[in-house]
């Protein structure tokens, strides 16, 4: 009965999801150039919500391991152009860098893994934390590189991600958004902690919006039910009142703002924005505005038998998380 129910969940979260809508909702904004992402630690490809909107997007990707920017070729297609082949690391400088690559490439980074730990969990498969090789590659800050544009950053470098945002202060002023893997463990030595994260990035007016994924351990499992918050995926936003300030005259930033609030499906600061900026009365965004409103009605009725469903799983399973599903 419960396979049933999540079945019939997965096919409502696809029709909530129509990636046609989305691409419709964004082409409608008449941007004059693709939504710029910065993918730093690209080594897993171009993130799903992206991917959907692929001929859209630009996307400058950083991935300084050889291995996993070969798969990256292979794989990787982006209608709206873009480089998935930089063989730098980020950092908060230029320098050289030591790589700790591990058996499990994706797990790979600068800093050492935090094995005292993480052996705590023999079912998440420890060994592939373990050290394959070490290598030096060459490293910068972003803000020496030159971009045509820098609307959202994508950041995924095993606890790094301090020293990342570090050498991108002056870029920061520019981007819209960012989503960042997060740890609430040390899963690596001397890593950077959430907190840190969130006030650096609340400094340069970019405030914590919500975690679009979190991971759980269990000490006995490999699944992800309940145990120990590892960490997720945390998304930071510009507020609208902060579009409004900034960007009051800048049609193809609040576009691009826009249109990353709808891949996050942030309904309720794509509302406050076009209060702000008056939209309804300009038939620029008469259509975006109609998209949004379908894909938001949506959601929230897929929300709704989502919670209906919990009460029906409850019947076999106590204490169902309510958590809604559909983000």
């Known amino acids: 009965m419960k396979k049933i129910l999540l079945k019939a969940i997965f096919k409502l979260q696809k029709i909530t999801s129509r990636e046609n809508l989305y691409s419709k909702a964004i082409k409608s904004l008449e941007i004059n150039r693709p939504l710029c992402l910065i993918d730093v630690g690209s080594a897993k490809g171009i993130p799903s919500r992206w991917a959907k909107i692929r001929n859209l997007v630009f996307a400058y990707g950083f991935e300084p391991d050889e291995g996993a920017r070969n798969k990256l070729k292979q794989n990787n297609v982006l209608e709206g152009g873009g480089n998935i082949d930089s063989p730098y690391a980020l950092s908060d400088k230029k320098e050289k860098i030591e790589l700790n690559i591990l058996k499990k490439p994706s797990h790979s980074s600068v800093l050492e893994p935090n094995n005292n730990f993480i052996n705590l969990y023999k079912k998440r498969h420890p060994e592939g934390f373990e050290l394959d090789y070490k290598v030096t590659v060459e490293a910068c800050d972003l803000d020496s590189l030159d971009f045509k544009a820098k609307d959202f950053m994508k950041i995924d470098v095993q606890g790094y991600e301090l020293n990342v945002l570090k050498g991108s202060e002056e870029s920061l002023k520019e981007i819209l958004g960012l989503e960042i893997e997060i740890e609430f463990a040390e899963l690596y030595k001397n890593q950077c902690s959430f907190e840190e994260i969130k006030s650096f990035l609340a400094k ?29 995926d945390a998304l930071f936003l510009r507020t609208p009142e902060y579009m409004f300030e ?48 379908i894909l938001r009605k949506r959601l929230n009725f897929a929300d709704r038998i989502s919670r209906v469903s919990n009460h029906g799983i409850r019947f076999f399973v106590s204490d169902v998380d309510s958590t809604p599903m559909f983000y």
């Not at 405030?207 to 960490?231: A, H, I, Q, V, Y």
């Not at 703002?257 to 996050?264: G, M, N, R, T, V």
């Open 204 to 232: 340069n007016n970019l405030d914590f919006t919500d975690f679009t994924s979190m991971t759980r351990w269990e000490r006995d499992s490999s699944k992800n039910t309940l145990g120990l918050c590892m960490g997720g």
């Open 246 to 293: 900034i960007y009051r005259d800048d049609p193809v930033k609040l576009s691009a703002y826009l249109s990353i609030c709808l891949i996050y499906k942030r309904y309720d600061l794509i509302e406050a924005t076009i209060n702000l900026f008056n939209l309804r009365s300009d038939n620029n965004y008469s259509k975006f505005i109609k998209i949004n409103n």
